[in-house]
């Protein structure tokens, strides 16, 4: 097998582990292969290696590669193009055009923007882009989301949440999926899962507050911390390093 090969694997078996520690179904979590800064070779080599799931943070990257890909493989790869960057205000029409799940929503000024342009697309109503609101839970003013840091205490914090989730599910073209967050950078294990952990209850809090029919997906958990992410409910895990190497800079 190739680096990559053996690489996926083992992230696999790492998934898989870690969800039965947790009594969870492995197949309940999808496996995100951060591709931002890496060439579509890259994304084609990891296609074959049997990744279906590919991230990108930049729109640009992600409005150059996925033509690109699909005009390679066909448009029905089976490829699902996930944008999980901050999105700035002149970004949304490349993500209302070429991204299925975008993940980092932290505004509603781009929740507007967004539906504006997937109803001009014609995604609206037939192909609506399933939408993770990004929480800021640890706290820490480099980290882009809304303010959720102390939300079990703060009636003003629940308030906003729930309005921004009503809001975007009420928007056309935008469907609410779930909450996304990041852990601190290199806090101890006991920290990070305690931001996982509140990060899952609000997401069920939430989804009552709602009266969603389902539970709301959670996005969490990168190369460093992933396993973490997974005992504590992750849906959705974000890895690039632990499959692709360092990451490649332009």
């Given at each position: 097998?190739?680096?990559?090969?053996?690489r996926?694997?083992?992230?696999?078996?790492?998934?898989?582990?870690?969800?039965q520690?947790?009594?969870?179904?492995?197949?309940?979590?999808?496996?995100?292969a951060?591709?931002?800064?890496?060439?579509?070779e890259?994304?084609?080599e990891?296609?074959?290696?049997?990744?279906?799931?590919?991230g990108?943070?930049?729109?640009d990257e992600l409005?150059?590669?996925r033509p690109y890909?699909?005009?390679t493989?066909?448009?029905?790869s089976?490829?699902v193009w996930?944008?999980?960057g901050?999105l700035q205000?002149?970004?949304?029409n490349?993500i209302?055009?070429h991204?299925?799940?975008?993940h980092?929503?932290?505004?509603?000024?781009?929740?507007?923007?967004?539906?504006?342009?997937?109803?001009e697309?014609?995604?609206?109503?037939?192909?609506?882009l399933p939408?993770?609101?990004?929480v800021?839970?640890?706290?820490?003013?480099?980290k882009?989301?809304v303010?959720c840091?102390d939300?079990e205490n703060?009636a003003?914090?629940?308030?906003?949440?729930?309005?921004f989730?009503?809001?975007?599910?009420?928007?056309?073209?935008?469907?609410?999926?779930?909450?996304?967050?990041?852990a601190?950078?290199?806090?101890?294990?006991?920290v990070?899962?305690t931001?996982?952990?509140?990060?899952?209850?609000?997401?069920?809090w939430?989804?009552?507050?709602?009266?969603?029919?389902?539970?709301?997906?959670?996005?969490?958990?990168?190369?460093?911390?992933?396993?973490?992410?997974?005992?504590?409910?992750?849906?959705?895990v974000r890895?690039?390093?632990?499959?692709?190497?360092?990451?490649?800079?332009h």
């Amino acid at each position: 097998m190739t680096t990559l090969e053996t690489r996926y694997q083992d992230v696999l078996q790492t998934i898989q582990h870690h969800a039965q520690q947790a009594n969870r179904n492995p197949d309940d979590i999808t496996l995100v292969a951060v591709t931002k800064t890496w060439p579509v070779e890259t994304i084609l080599e990891a296609y074959a290696a049997g990744m279906r799931h590919f991230g990108e943070n930049r729109a640009d990257e992600l409005a150059e590669k996925r033509p690109y890909i699909e005009a390679t493989l066909g448009p029905n790869s089976g490829i699902v193009w996930h944008f999980i960057g901050t999105l700035q205000s002149r970004q949304t029409n490349p993500i209302a055009d070429h991204a299925d799940i975008f993940h980092a929503l932290d505004r509603l000024k781009i929740a507007h923007r967004l539906s504006h342009r997937l109803v001009e697309n014609g995604r609206a109503p037939t192909r609506p882009l399933p939408t993770f609101l990004e929480v800021n839970i640890s706290g820490e003013m480099s980290k882009s989301g809304v303010n959720c840091v102390d939300w079990e205490n703060s009636a003003t914090q629940r308030t906003e949440i729930r309005k921004f989730g009503e809001t975007v599910a009420a928007l056309p073209g935008l469907t609410l999926h779930g909450l996304m967050t990041m852990a601190p950078w290199e806090a101890e294990p006991t920290v990070i899962r305690t931001v996982f952990r509140r990060t899952r209850l609000l997401a069920e809090w939430l989804a009552e507050e709602l009266g969603m029919e389902r539970p709301l997906a959670l996005s969490m958990g990168m190369t460093d911390d992933y396993p973490l992410a997974i005992a504590e409910g992750a849906t959705h895990v974000r890895v690039g390093r632990a499959l692709f190497g360092e990451r490649q800079t332009h």
